[in-house]
């Protein structure tokens, strides 16, 4: 889930300010990859099947961006 919000200052008719925070993954939910799926053999053992050890390969963490626009 993504976000933004604006918020406009007004000096004058022609001076004004505007000022954005825009958020991707506000809730910061993770997305895990797949599990370990190599069991192996007797005697060697794969100690994470079926784990799941890693993010998914699309997933990122929050992400926020400030910005400021000044119009004259």
Same mark, same amino acid.
């Given at each position: 889930?993504?976000?933004?919000? *604006?918020?406009?200052? !007004? *000096?004058? @008719?022609?001076?004004?300010? @505007?000022?954005?925070? @825009? &958020?991707?993954? &506000? *809730?910061?939910? &993770?997305?895990w990859g797949?599990?370990?799926?190599? !069991? /192996? &053999?007797? /005697?060697?053992d794969n100690?994470?099947? /079926?784990? !799941? ?12 961006q400030f910005?400021?626009?000044?119009? *004259?």
């Open positions: 889930m993504d976000a933004s919000l *604006f918020k406009r200052l !007004i *000096f004058t @008719e022609r001076l004004n300010l @505007e000022l954005r925070l @825009e &958020v991707q993954n &506000v *809730f910061n939910h &993770v997305t797949n599990p370990d799926t190599t !069991i /192996g &053999v007797p /005697g060697n100690p994470n099947a /079926g784990r !799941i050890t890693s993010t998914g390969p699309n997933w990122q963490p929050r992400n926020l910005a400021a626009r000044f119009q *004259f």
